[in-house]
């Protein structure tokens, strides 16, 4: 939504635009293990897939693979596109819009909580914590869904699963 504001020390008018953030979460699974869910250490609190905001110029691909790099320690490869999740009230800080992956480990047993999270820790998917922060409890359900046959993933294009040679290269 584009809106034109004044601004009030030299009377020029600008526009902004009002649009959501982009954001990119992972389910990050594996049968033995379970789903990986962090305790976030930032308002709002609570339990959460680990994930994050996509920063200006980068693939929303990548961001989910660094995301998971900073917040969990895993290498992580994606495996498909679970679904966009993009309720205006979905964050109650801001409108965002999640493009949410599904992602299996390489390395599982090097999960540590990291940068936004305060613990990190696989759960089994009827035995998750609670409370879940945001709508991450429809996007499990969903993620249920698919391991039960009811839906299906989107794969990715070849490229876009593949982790860059430093997760954090981009800054």
Known sequence: MEKTTTCPHCGWGFTQYANPVPTADVVIYTPKLGVVIIERRNIPH?????????????QA????????????????????????????????????????????????EQLR??????????YPLDALPR????????????????????????????HASRRPHNPVEHR
Not at 46 to 58: C, N, V
């Open 46 to 58: 609570g339990f959460a897939l680990p994930g994050g905001f996509i920063d200006e110029g980068e």
């Open 61 to 108: 691909e990548n961001a989910a693979i660094r995301e998971m790099w900073e917040e969990t320690g895993l290498d992580v490869e994606l495996t498909g596109l679970l679904g966009v999740y993009s309720r205006p009230g979905r964050d109650p800080r801001q409108h965002t819009l999640s493009v949410v992956f599904t992602g299996r480990p390489h390395n599982p």
């Open 113 to 122: 909580a990291g940068d936004d999270a305060k613990s990190a820790a696989f």
């Open 131 to 158: 409370p879940l922060a945001f709508d991450h409890e429809d996007i499990l359900r969903d993620f249920c869904d698919v391991l039960t046959g009811k839906r299906s993933t989107v794969p990715l294009a070849p």
